[in-house]
């Protein structure tokens, strides 16, 4: 299935989840948050959170800025 | 130094500052270190794999309190999600409110600044809000419930100070939350001048991160800061049309 991570389009198998949709963009343990369709799924739901076709996932840190 | 006092969290440091503009890793810790700062900004972007060396690691080294913001965001329903994605990533329900109505001036669009600080104090967020200098707008966000609202100089980034004192002052007299100066500073006078005004802090970036010596125009803006605030406390002396002086006319010798 397609799903859009951070803009751009993945392929991912089916039943895939959120866990490992931020896996293919990120390594980092903390200060990461995802976004399913503009929702914020909290990092403990993460893994039983399962992707469907065309869903749009946003996964964002900290950087320097303000 | 007496305490800066946000939602009941005190702060022995009236510098507030960014992290936006530095040149490396090293020379931002330095600058921050040299600040003493102990609150932060960064901003909140999309991860990017090839990023060598984290802020957060940064500001968690020189045990520094962080503070996101929703800089680049135009619309309440982006500040919101952004401030929401922050909240998880960094654990902590403060967040630097910016809603931006182009990026030419970067100038707060009120409209959308307003619905986002509503919907955010209603979802528990302690919102502390970059405001433009009109002392209606800063008014409302304190009623909205805002934990301090902070006004800016000037447009950010710009280094052209504080251009409209007297609305600053305004503003300042009527908060009953910490005003903090936002945006604009250039040099230390300014920062000097934002405490003198009676702002409870400052908060900045490029005047120090942008500067040819930024640990140096650190240290300088912790003493402006430091120097303004006291200065604000000991209460200057009226302007005078007139001299008045300052030694006795009376004893003197005469020829």
């Not at chain 2, 005190?10 to 609150?39: C, F, K, Q």
Request: aromatic content about 2%; some cysteine.
């Amino acid at each position: 299935m397609k799903v859009i991570v951070n803009g751009e389009p993945r392929e991912l198998p089916e039943g895939a989840s959120v866990a490992d949709a931020v896996a293919s963009v990120t390594t980092a343990g903390t200060g990461v948050a995802a976004a399913l369709n503009d929702e914020v799924v909290r990092r403990s739901a993460w893994s039983a959170t399962t992707l469907r076709d065309d869903d749009r996932l946003e996964v964002l840190t900290a950087v320097q800025g303000g | 130094m007496d305490k800066l006092v946000i939602a009941g969290e005190e702060l022995d440091s009236r510098l507030i500052m960014g992290t936006g503009g530095a040149p490396s890793m090293h020379v931002l810790r330095e600058a921050l270190t040299a600040s003493g700062t102990e609150l932060t900004t960064v901003a909140m972007r999309r991860v990017d794999p090839s990023a060598r060396g984290s802020v957060l690691d940064v500001l968690a080294e020189c045990g520094i309190r962080v503070l996101p913001n929703t800089a680049g965001c135009f619309t309440a329903g982006e500040a919101v999600l952004t401030a929401k994605l922050a909240r998880e990533a960094l654990g902590t329900n403060w967040v630097k409110l910016e809603v931006i109505a182009d990026e030419h001036t970067l100038l707060p669009d009120p409209i959308e600044l307003v619905e986002a600080a509503e919907q955010l104090v209603a979802d528990g967020f302690v919102v502390l809000p970059y405001t433009s200098d009109d002392p209606v707008l800063a008014h409302r966000l304190e009623r909205i419930g805002c934990a301090a609202v902070m006004p800016l100089g000037s447009p950010i980034g710009s280094g052209l100070g504080i251009r409209n004192p007297h609305n600053i002052e305004l503003i300042v007299e009527r908060a009953n939350v910490p005003v903090i100066l936002d945006a604009g500073l250039g040099t230390a006078s300014d920062a000097a001048l934002a405490m003198e005004l009676g702002c409870d802090a400052v908060l900045l970036a490029t005047a120090v991160t942008r500067a040819r010596h930024p640990a140096r125009m650190a240290a300088a803006m912790r003493h402006a800061v430091e120097g303004g605030r006291l200065a604000r406390l000991a209460g200057r002396i009226p302007m005078r049309r007139y001299a008045q002086a300052s030694s006795p006319f009376e004893g003197l010798a005469t020829s």
